[in-house]
């Protein structure tokens, strides 16, 4: 009988170099599980929306420095091309929402998967005369994005990613407008105090910030009914 010999032939077998591996389906399930942990844990950061998403966020900013034209266009009108590709370019079926960082940071529209919608929406945004608070419109498109689940947060600025709070628990991509060195002032504060005297004057107030890295040499013309009335020279540092 050979059946006193069958452990002694498989310890052979097991003891023998260079085998044929068995057919065993356990085990490229078991490695595919192994890269999708991998996958899952290394958090990966596509290039573009991410397509399994479902979610994308555009955080769009307004500010006043967003007119500025140290590019062949301006900042902004070069923010809506972008944006304009960046929506074109989504998969059908990604729910898309506009967040404008003006003063007060505000959803204009979404989510939605309507591109001509968006797109509309895009194109009536104007940039403002005013600053924005670009940290309070991260923080808001934070909060929405943790109702949505899986969702990109794409935050479109001239700004530097460096300058922004951009702790938030959604992927985060920043799109950067402008030039470093550019000629970047502008008016901050502007007042008109009536002059309590019995001639009819007024004064008028304005804060002029130079938001750019080197000294600035410009004139400040002052208007009333189109006519010219002041003129005054000043250097920013």
Known sequence: SSILWEKDVEDLKANTPFQRLRGNLLLPLQLLVFVLIIFALSRPFLKGALATAGNVILLIDTSASMKATDIDESRFTSLKSVSTNLINGFEDGTRITLIESG???????????????????????MPSDAPAKINNAISLASSVSDDMGQAEIIIMSDGTRQSYDTDANQPIRFISFGTEDAKNVGIINFDILDNNSSVPEKQVF??????????????????????LINVRSIILN
Request: net charge positive; glycine share 6%; proline share 4%.
């Open 206 to 227: 304005a804060s002029i910030k130079n938001f750019g890295n080197i000294k600035q040499s410009f004139g400040v013309n002052l208007y009333h009914n189109n006519t």
């Open 103 to 125: 003063i007060s940071p505000k959803i204009i529209l979404g989510p939605t998967s309507n591109k001509s919608q968006l797109l509309k929406i895009l194109n009536q945004t």
